[in-house]
């Protein structure tokens, strides 16, 4: 592995994925209004749910994407809308607006589809959460011009950080 540079926002290391700076986290959080969540439980003990619960209550408007909770009889998470895939979240979106970010919480062997599809939709960012990461999608990307958390917690570091 190589030496840790910083640039544009980014720590760096050789072969991994760059690391967002604690600034531009704080950047991102600040601009964001609109966060998609992969994998949000309706279980209200699972972390998921916390954290969804939390960025709610802290004035994002969260979007549930589950595509189980999305094919039952009650589609809906905290009070909104759940979908299939971010492709459909996206969709119902009214013109003009995208999601800003993609948390996932997601095994990071399932990481990579979802971050072609955010991709796909044009987040501005994607988050995994704690425990979560994967170089390869990270870096795809990256190269696309989003925005890359790995590892951390979105409501923790927003508690910290705002």
Request: proline share 6%; with cysteine; hydrophobic share 50%.
């Amino acid at each position: 592995m190589g030496t840790k540079h910083a640039t544009m926002g980014y720590a760096l290391a050789m072969n991994t994925a760059p690391a967002l700076t604690t600034a531009a986290i704080t950047a991102l959080l600040r601009s964001a209004h609109t966060i998609a969540i992969v994998g949000l439980s309706p279980k209200p003990h699972r972390d998921s749910f916390g954290v969804a619960q939390y960025l709610q209550a802290a004035g994002y408007r969260i979007i549930p994407v589950n595509p189980v909770v999305a094919a039952s009889s009650e589609p809906s998470i905290l009070g909104e809308h759940c979908y299939a895939s971010l492709a459909a979240a996206q969709a119902a979106l009214p013109a003009g607006q995208r999601i800003d970010i993609v948390d996932i919480f997601r095994n990071s062997d399932d990481v990579p589809p979802v971050v072609q599809d955010a991709i796909a939709v044009k987040a501005g960012a994607v988050w995994m959460q704690l425990g979560i990461g994967h170089d390869a999608a990270a870096l795809a990307a990256q190269a696309a011009g989003l925005q890359v958390v790995q590892n951390r917690c979105i409501k923790i570091d927003h508690h910290q950080l705002l």
